[in-house]
């Protein structure tokens, strides 16, 4: 079972240069989220999308644009790289918005923004 | 807004030591509350969860129990193991906005030594 799966693993951009990071889950899930994860920060959410067709701002949302492309992908956009935005991504996925469903998680990308 | 908290580390432990991390949330409403656990170079897996008061949540001989009283959702285990060795996250389900998404901690790093 793939889950959740979100590529580049690895990128390393230049300030200004522009990216899209690519998750795609086949759980069948109605949810999906894009967090980023900085040392002693934990996990912050930056866009997520409830269910296809929707998408609404997290925690963190300045500097980046999603899509929903469809039920199965969730697309997060860096539109100008700056160095604030080196970090590590995770997309996820749910069931849903209800609040005891699990939340599934990517291995994340590695992002540098040089 | 709703917010954890858990006890900053690194914790250290031999083999075989009793393990509590510590974690309190603040949340509106009735949380569903997690913890989620990152092995090195991996992305996050659910470690366990409770959705009412007073469930305790337990896997792989890590327990915690929904404590509404004390808004607590500590972490413990009886008798690490090197295997152990992880970052952990407590995490509750935030429903303020149009769906739901988690709220981490900022994450406990477990070294256990043999």
């Known amino acids: 079972n793939a889950g959740v799966t979100q590529t580049p693993k690895f990128q390393v951009l230049k300030t200004g240069q522009s990216m899209t990071l690519q998750c795609a889950q086949d759980?069948?899930?109605?949810?999906m989220y894009w967090y980023r994860q900085d040392p002693g920060m934990g996990l912050r959410l930056i866009y997520y999308s409830a269910s296809e067709g929707t998408t609404d701002k997290g925690e963190v949302p300045n500097g980046y644009n999603v899509s929903r492309l469809n039920k199965r992908e969730f697309s997060l956009r860096l539109e100008s790289a700056a160095p604030s935005q080196t970090s590590v991504y995770f997309c996820?996925?749910?069931?849903?918005?209800?609040?005891?469903?699990?939340?599934?998680f990517g291995e994340g990308s590695w992002l540098t923004v040089v | 807004g709703d917010s954890v908290t858990q006890m900053e580390g690194p914790v250290t432990l031999s083999e075989e030591a009793f393990l509590t991390i510590n974690c309190t949330y603040t949340a509106t409403g009735y949380p569903s509350l997690f913890w989620y656990v990152q092995y090195p170079g991996e992305g996050l897996q659910l470690l366990l969860k409770a959705t009412k008061a007073d469930d305790k949540g337990s896997n792989k001989g890590f327990e915690a129990t929904y404590r509404k009283e004390t808004t607590s959702f500590h972490l413990e285990k009886g008798s690490v193991q090197v295997s152990d060795s992880a970052v952990y996250f407590c995490a509750l389900t935030s429903a303020n906005q149009a769906g739901t998404a988690l709220i981490f901690g900022k994450g406990t790093t477990l070294s256990v030594s043999s």
């Open positions: 759980m069948n899930h109605n949810s």
């Open positions: 996820a996925s749910s069931e849903g918005p209800g609040s005891g469903n699990t939340i599934y």
